[in-house]
């Protein structure tokens, strides 16, 4: 192994703890940031991801609260409570945990959270201002791969960017963040003709494609940063997106899996969480947490 590992698990650790400073400073000043996540149906990884959620929020001395609904709630009902968090003072962040059963209109949904609460930055209002460079809250997993990507890197300027992946959780809004940065960005997906040799010309190599070692060793540029945001449960456990294994042969800098990006991203949902209670009391945005 020649690449250096990006050690998402402790970066988050300490990011959670800058988090959980900010907030203890906010109680002080009588306000204590709440998270609303909403669970619909039984999807046992949702469950899981919720009850992450909800325990790294008490621990950085935030308000949990958690609303578990039956797969078979009508839309109105969902629609309801999300209208009712919408206008609770007491929540700052709203987050709806996907995917959604089936008889839901998940984009509907997404854009009844009020903007300014929407913690996982998919409202249509909050897609469209990260595009157009405004102020918004931005999807926690490439928010999270992004300070991965500076704090390795220092700046992304004119850097050759490939994103795999091309989904609205992930692979869209990081192109934007990258872009954001001034790297060269290509987005990647299904459809790429020669994935190999485009992959080759990446100094920034972004795999979120969901499929196991999708990526081989020979597709790594030498010398190029890799985050593999793919989790992806085989019989050999947890692996990534990247052929670890034989890339980390290859890569100047690769995230493991689990240990990488995984972390960040609740940490980045908890970093959400505080801008958006700061922007909600007229305070400035907390140091650090936004790109
Ligand atoms: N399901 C998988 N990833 C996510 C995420 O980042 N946010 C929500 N709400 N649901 C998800």
């Not at 009588?30 to 998270?35: A, D």
């Not at 959620?53 to 609260?65: A, H, I, P, V, W």
């Not at 928010?143 to 004119?158: A, C, P, Q, V, Y």
């Not at 299904?190 to 597709?219: E, M, Y």
Request: aromatic share 2%; glycine share 10%.
């Amino acid at each position: 192994m020649t690449a250096t590992l990006i050690d998402g698990k402790a970066f988050a650790a300490g990011l959670r703890e800058r988090i959980a400073g900010h907030t203890a400073a906010m109680k002080e000043r009588g306000i204590t940031p709440g998270l609303a996540v909403v669970l619909v149906g039984e999807d046992p990884a949702s469950q899981v991801y919720v009850r992450s959620k909800g325990k790294q929020t008490r621990e950085t001395g935030m308000n949990s609260f958690e609303h578990r609904l039956p797969t078979d709630t009508p839309e109105a009902e969902l629609l309801a409570l999300i209208e009712q968090l919408n206008e609770d003072p007491s929540v700052n962040g709203i987050l709806v945990q996907l995917p959604l059963p089936g008889h839901m209109d998940e984009a509907a949904v997404i854009n009844a959270i009020r903007p300014e609460k929407d913690v996982d930055g998919f409202h249509i209002l909050n897609v469209g201002r990260l595009a157009t460079g405004q102020k918004s809250m931005v999807p926690c997993t490439p928010l999270g791969s992004l300070m991965l990507l500076r704090d390795h890197l220092g700046s992304l300027s004119g850097k050759s960017a490939v994103v795999i992946g091309r989904s609205n959780i992930v692979g869209k809004p990081m192109a934007q963040l990258l872009l954001r940065d001034s790297a060269t960005v290509t987005i990647a997906h299904s459809r790429t003709q020669n994935l190999p040799d485009l992959c080759r010309g990446a100094d920034i190599l972004v795999a979120a494609v969901g499929r196991p070692h999708f990526v081989k060793g020979d597709w790594i540029k030498p010398g190029a940063t890799v985050i593999d945001v793919g989790i992806n449960r085989t019989d050999d456990g947890l692996v990534g997106d990247v052929d670890f294994a034989a890339a980390s042969q290859v890569a100047g800098a690769i995230t493991p899996v689990p240990g990488g990006v995984g972390p960040m991203t609740i940490a980045c949902l908890l970093a959400n969480t505080l801008t958006a209670t700061a922007r909600a009391n007229g305070l400035p945005d907390p140091e650090g947490l936004t790109p």
